[in-house]
């Protein structure tokens, strides 16, 4: 089949096209991210290269007729080959785009650069990211308080990149718009010499405290409940109350909450853990024993037997008819098994005399061996 080359020069122009279209659809973070790969991988092979040559052994002479290979096409060559991998469509459409700035850099401004260059090719140039403590795409200044971003409590959204609302996310022991407040159960523990305030976490019964131990709370969690008298969070038994579990489970209590466990299979309902602890009837199969607990029923022992053919085998709250002919079938793959094993047992010993007569020319003992074998596996049969 003929393909026409204007269809086919048509189609590589597409499959490129969407490749480059993709990587501009992509969240400006995620290019930010590819752009400082694709920098700090450059500065590396800028690096490893520092101490080459062209390879001659002569590096004056090569100098001299050829030019420096520090700024040579050859060398810049060396950096860009393995800068990006080959599954990295990104890496390879952002080097494309920017290989020309690149290069300049490398001809020109050596000297910055491995403290600039990132500055200039993915802040300014390519504008995928944005200086530190800035955002958005104008890179605005993230909110600080006391020349701390976030009072050094968080991180500001976005921050470095294109995208993001500026807002603090503060870590788990701060709160406010600032990061400058503690948060619920946690407590101001020390104001250093940066006016920066360290928050410490309160007992775990506390809501709000003024300190570590457990007399310090000020308000209590939920499933606690604040006593006068000792200024401690108590702990509420939520089991004292009606209906926190259904009518199969059972109430435990816990630190500031309750669980709800299954009862055992032999009760209805239940005040705990065991047969022992059943309320009002048992289940289906059990009954009350003396101790008023509920023990299993053994259907098998009942006259008549539950089983009109069969074996009775008794299970927790039931019994199972076994039939016979099923308990036939094992006894008779056991047997089946070991019959296996004695025919292969002799048919090994069998082979065996055959081998060892025939090498030793007794062809009688070798025919004797055969019938002799032949005679034993019958009998098994």
């Known amino acids: ?149 976030c009072s050094g409590n968080g991180n500001c959204d976005g921050e470095g990149t294109r995208e993001g609302t500026g807002k603090c996310k503060c870590n788990r022991e701060y709160a406010g718009d600032l990061c400058s407040l503690c948060n619920s159960g946690f407590y101001p523990k020390t104001t250093n010499d940066a006016n920066k305030t360290e928050c410490a976490e309160c007992h775990f019964s506390c809501l709000a405290c003024s300190g570590p131990e457990q007399n310090s709370c000020l308000s209590c969690k939920s499933g606690w409940k604040f006593n006068s008298e000792t200024s401690l969070c108590d702990d509420i038994n939520e089991c ?16 500031g909450s309750f669980a709800c466990r299954k009862c055992d299979a032999a009760c209805q309902e239940c005040a705990g853990p065991g047969a022992d602890k059943c309320i009002g009837q048992c289940s289906k199969g059990f009954e009350k024993g003396s101790d008023s607990s509920c023990a299993d029923i053994d259907e098998c022992q009942q006259d008549p037997s539950p089983c009109s053919t069969g074996q009775c085998v008794n299970k ?44 030793a020319r007794q062809y009688f003992l070798t025919a004797l061996s055969f019938l002799f074998g032949s005679l034993i596996l019958f009998l098994l049969d």
């Open 240 to 255: 004292l109350q009606e209906s926190k579990c259904s009518q199969d489970e059972y109430c435990e209590n816990t630190e």
């Open 1 to 149: 089949m003929k393909i026409n080359p204007i269809a086919l020069v048509y189609i590589i122009f597409l499959i490129s096209f969407n490749s480059i279209l993709c990587y501009k659809s992509k969240s400006k973070s995620h290019q930010c991210n590819v752009c400082r790969d694709l920098v700090d991988n450059f500065i590396k092979g800028f690096k490893k290269t520092s101490k080459g040559n062209f390879g001659g052994g002569n590096t004056d002479w090569e100098d001299r007729k050829l030019g420096s290979y520090v700024t040579s096409d050859i060398r810049f060559e060396e950096i860009i080959e393995n800068i990006c991998s080959s599954k990295e469509n990104d890496c390879h459409n952002l080097l494309e785009e920017q290989e020309e700035n690149l290069l300049d850099w490398f001809k020109k401004k050596q000297k910055a650069l491995v403290s600039e260059l990132f500055s200039d090719i993915c802040i300014a140039k390519a504008k995928f990211c944005c200086p530190r403590n800035t955002y958005g795409s104008e890179c605005s200044q993230c909110p600080q308080l006391n020349g701390h971003v």
């Open 316 to 359: 927790p709250g039931s019994y199972e008819c076994q039939a016979l002919n099923d308990k036939n079938k094992n006894n008779k793959k056991e047997t089946n098994d070991h019959q296996l094993i004695k025919r292969s047992f002799v048919i090994g010993v069998m082979i065996l005399c055959m081998l060892s007569s025939y090498f």
